[in-house]
């Protein structure tokens, strides 16, 4: 098998990846499972195994976003001796460790489990750990608010384990399964009466959107705000993974939630001053036409903004008006789409997030010409409005100027509080900016990801984090300027095509998007089915048949979790905080007929069966380009085969390691597999592609569009990497019908070899035929013969 060539010293896993492989650790695949992976990453391709978050998490956490101790290995993924054993692993096989960091928050579910929160809720403000956190002692009059209670009477259920001189020291105060310290000296009396003198406050779960006093992460009452801006918390929070840095057993960094942070150009700078400058990159959402700030320390962002580049590619924009017509007559009106993500946005800044935006009109304070209700509205209507995420001070301001002036023009009422508003928003590094800053990609992320995508499904394969759906498409010339700008600006940033975020998995959006090159069929299927199996919200029947259609086959069980997630965050007939169980068995009938009712199963099994072949075939093409185009790509554990997974927690599902590495041995042994439902033909064009970035560094150093000619030239996208030559199909279902005919790529004379086939072709005065050329695969990988 093809071992990594093997490079004296660290200098190869230090510095810039050649492409990684993204591994998600847990209970269920601990780091001791992790290790016994390593020979078969090398084998693939990767020069970097790129790990979730490693830290002591919340007991039970599948995902480790959820840090309660930077000071330890979690024991649940394997401990320290998981982790050695997982490096040792990598380094024998030559392979390096990127790993997946989170400054931003702390989990706090089970205050016993963080010792941080637990001493500030036993001590409060004189606690060690007081200034770790982002809390507004004045606001809770001295004592943190903790969103716990059933209600407010539920005080009354409070109990008191242990008194003071016991073996617990002052006791706990509890509250079914939930544990709070106890201050020093406060323990006697009744549990209302102990309640009554701690530093925290319990109340009622439903305060939380407007009554809190601490940051969280987005709206997640678990997380708590981390201010790492202080120089004492970044010591602290960073120690262990810095001397894993230094000790050689990290080689880069993944930084979660970089808006979230006070100071995120500081963060970095700091970060790479302390980690000489190891490769980093950042999980900053980008919106289409944005750039990362260029003072940013950063290789640069995890890839969603690669990731729209190539799926727009991939669906045809002939098939907007069919799909528009058929989305306004299920929704009973054109959708605005602008106006649905304003409207998500406000429920969410008047909501979920009512306490960042009544802490932000605290921090500002009384300003002359508007009054708090004024204030408020405006505050939201600001949040409501931006453009992007965030602004980075000064980085961005035009943002915020723009944002000011729209609202100004749409709300004239709200004239006098803009006025005052606007400049006090404008002074980089002050607290009422800073603040402003912080809630604004929240209330995005909650507006936009995880209301507004469940909302409109027009077409949901561009529902995706990073993505535009309101952009139907786009042209391989678009396509092409953008990776010649992404080489030019950021030629280190990661790509990828799924991630344990991304609202459904590549292969489903490479299936959904030939729904757009066959939307009248489309539109008379959904129409059938909505006569026979109506639901109350039909724009979210219309979302769940196009997951259900882009998973097929998937169990009832997927399905049914996928239907009522879905549901829940859409938040329009249905919620997570109060389920309408009548609406919710309604919607349960429905994915339940696609598995029991004869005709609509047989129909969605004949059209799935139909539009498969030509999902492999986009499949194929947005990996190779994705593997292929400017950047450091990486692989989502398990997506080197078919993976037609759905939102999490459904991607996040089990990875059949010992059959990838029997189709990898037999691709080896010099088979060339068909392109069928074993998924062997993606193997392929992953383990081809990664052996070349990795072996021959030199081809993919620049970008050069190839020129294509002919009559089906619409249908190929080709470009030339320095070295290497990547050619992928686009649009296969329109050219089933009309074929390649005399379609060519345009190459100097001369030999020419696919690295994934074997196939020789020659270049002459007209080129090279196509159609010989994607005979047997709709992708190539050419290299000079």
Known sequence: MSRPIRVPGDERRRGTPAATYRLQVHA??????????????????????????????????????????????????????????????????????????????MGVDDPAAAPWWWDVLQHGQGSAHADAFDIDWDFGGGRVRIPVLGSADDVEKLEVVGRAGGADGDGELRYYGNRFPIAPGTGEGTPQEVHARQHYE??????????LNYRRFFAINTLAGLRVEDPAVFDATHELVLRFVRDGAVDGLRIDHPDGLADPKGYLDRLAEASEGRWTVVEKILEPGEDLPASWATAGTTGYDALAEVDQLLVDPAGEPALTALDTELAGRQVDYAQLVHDCKREVTDGMLGSEVARLVRVIGELPGADRTQQTEALAELLASFPVYRSYLPDGREHLDGTVAAVRARRPDLAAALDALHPVLSQAGTEAATRFEQTSGPVMAKGVEDSAYYRWSRFV???????????????????????????????????????????????????????????????????????????????????????????????????????????????????????????EAQLHALVDAAFDDPTKRSEIDAFVTRITPLGWSNSLTQKLLQLTMPGVPDVYQGTELWDFSLVDPDNR?????????????????????????????????????????????????????????????????????????????????????????????????????????????????????????????????????
């Open 28 to 105: 269920g695949f601990p780091l001791q499972d992790a290790a016994e992976v390593a020979g078969y990453l090398a084998d693939l391709g990767v020069t970097h195994a790129y790990s979730s978050p490693l830290l002591r998490s919340a007991e039970g956490s599948n995902h480790g976003y959820d840090t309660v101790d930077h000071a330890h290995v979690d024991e649940a993924r394997g401990g320290q001796a998981g982790f050695d054993r997982f490096v040792a692993a990598l380094h024998e096989h030559g392979l390096g460790l990127v790993l997946d960091l989170v400054p931003n928050h």
């Open 461 to 583: 394969a561009l529902n995706e984090v990073g993505g535009d759906p309101a952009r139907f498409g786009s042209t391989v010339t678009e396509f092409h300027a953008a990776q010649q700008r992404r080489q030019q600006v950021r030629p280190e940033s990661m790509t990828t095509l799924s991630t344990h975020d991304t609202k459904r998995s590549e292969d489903v959006r490479a299936r959904l998007a030939v729904l757009a090159e066959l939307p009248t069929e489309w539109a008379q299927l959904v129409r059938g089915w909505l006569t026979r199996h109506p639901l109350a919200d039909r724009p979210l029947a219309h979302l769940v048949w196009q997951n259900l259609v882009g998973a097929w086959p998937l169990s009832r069980e997927r399905a049914h979790a996928y239907a009522e997630k879905a549901a829940r965050e859409a938040g329009t007939a249905t919620t997570w905080t109060d389920p309408d169980e009548a609406f």
């Open 653 to 785: 599902r089990p990875v059949d390691y010992a059959l990838r590495r029997r189709l990898l041995a037999q691709l080896d042994g010099g088979e060339v597999p068909a392109v069928d439902e074993t998924g062997a033909a993606k193997l392929l064009v992953v383990s081809r592609t990664l052996r070349a970035r990795r072996d021959h560094p030199g081809w993919f150093a620049g970008y050069e569009p190839v020129e294509v000619t002919g009559s089906a030239a619409d249908h190929l996208v080709a470009y030339d990497r320095g070295g290497v030559v990547a050619v992928g199909t686009r649009l296969p279902a329109a050219l089933a019908r009309t074929g390649w005919g005399d379609t060519a790529l345009q190459l100097p004379n001369g030999a020419w070899e696919d690295l994934l086939t074997g196939t020789r072709v020659v270049s002459d005065i007209a080129g090279i035929a196509v159609d010989a050329l994607l005979s047997r695969l709709p992708v190539a990988l050419l290299v000079r013969a």
């Open 202 to 211: 319990l109340v009622d779960w439903r305060r939380a959107d407007s009554d």
